[in-house]
């Protein structure tokens, strides 16, 4: 990857993560000259990250409006969730069939990373980390590369909904679906999963 490349995904995950927190107001402009004295970088890395972003469904680019922060209807994060019940399913159903020991420690520690995590917002950014680990073993990237995007957008409604009286707690569903893909139980994986993601 080259310099510029790197700079503009580092600009664009920095500003993904407070889309997703919330610290981005929907609808707001991302001025480049703004973007780019922040970073203190040229306006080149810029662009490319804002394209990023469009790209990651977080911005909206208009002819005149410039790039703007996303901004989600309720009707939108239904069609969100019922997109994660088709896909993820669909997806841990293949990770568990291709299984192995490296995987599932991964997964474990996943797991617990999440449960041991103090604030929420460590602990959203770690639950979106086991979602993630529970399914790459599937070893599917175009499955993959749909359900990444979908997550994330769940993680802004967290922000935006839970964030505030999230308590640190241990995550039973959590540990029930890595319990189930221990025993290669894809049937009560899936089921658990299901729902988990309708909490």
Same mark, same amino acid.
């Not at 901004?71 to 997109?83: F, R, T, V, W």
């Not at 019940?85 to 999440?114: M, N, T, W, Y």
């Not at 993959?144 to 935006?160: C, E, G, N, V, Y």
């Given at each position: 990857? *080259?310099? =510029?490349?790197?700079?503009?995904?580092?600009?664009?995950? &920095?500003? @993904?993560?407070?889309?997703? #927190?919330?610290?981005?107001?929907?609808?707001?402009?991302?001025?480049?000259?703004?973007?780019?004295?922040?970073?203190?970088?040229?306006?080149?890395?810029? !662009?490319?990250?804002?394209?990023?972003?469009?790209?990651? +469904?977080? @911005?909206?680019?208009?002819?005149?409006?410039?790039?703007?922060?996303? *901004? =989600?209807?309720?009707?939108?994060?239904?069609?969100?969730?019922?997109?994660?019940? %088709?896909?993820? $399913?669909? %997806?841990?159903?293949?990770?568990?069939?291709?299984?192995?020991?490296?995987?599932? %420690?991964?997964?474990?520690?996943?797991?617990?990373?999440?449960?041991?995590?103090?604030?929420?917002?460590?602990? +959203?950014? &770690?639950? !979106?980390?086991?979602? =993630?680990?529970?399914? &790459?073993?599937?070893?599917? $990237?175009?499955?993959?590369?749909?359900?990444?995007?979908?997550?994330?957008?769940?993680?802004?409604?967290?922000?935006?909904? /839970?964030?505030?009286? /999230?308590?640190? *707690? *241990?995550?039973?569903?959590?540990?029930?679906?890595?319990?189930?893909?221990?025993? #290669?139980?894809?049937?009560? %994986?899936?089921?658990?999963?299901?729902?988990?993601?309708?909490?």
């Amino acid at each position: 990857m *080259s310099n =510029l490349s790197t700079k503009s995904a580092i600009i664009a995950e &920095a500003l @993904a993560e407070e889309i997703i #927190r919330g610290e981005l107001e929907p609808g707001s402009r991302l001025a480049q000259d703004h973007i780019a004295e922040r970073f203190q970088t040229s306006h080149v890395p810029v !662009r490319e990250a804002l394209q990023r972003l469009v790209q990651m +469904e977080l @911005a909206t680019s208009e002819p005149r409006r410039g790039v703007r922060v996303f *901004s =989600l209807s309720n009707a939108d994060h239904e069609d969100i969730q019922e997109m994660r019940l %088709a896909l993820e $399913p669909l %997806a841990l159903r293949k990770s568990i069939a291709a299984l192995d020991r490296a995987a599932l %420690a991964g997964i474990e520690r996943a797991r617990v990373q999440c449960d041991n995590a103090t604030d929420p917002i460590s602990w +959203e950014k &770690a639950n !979106r980390a086991f979602h =993630l680990a529970i399914l &790459a073993p599937c070893n599917r $990237p175009l499955l993959l590369k749909r359900i990444a995007p979908l997550q994330r957008l769940s993680a802004h409604r967290f922000h935006a909904r /839970w964030r505030a009286g /999230w308590v640190r *707690s *241990s995550d039973r569903d959590h540990g029930a679906i890595v319990q189930a893909m221990q025993r #290669r139980d894809a049937d009560g %994986a899936c089921q658990i999963l299901s729902r988990h993601l309708m909490r």
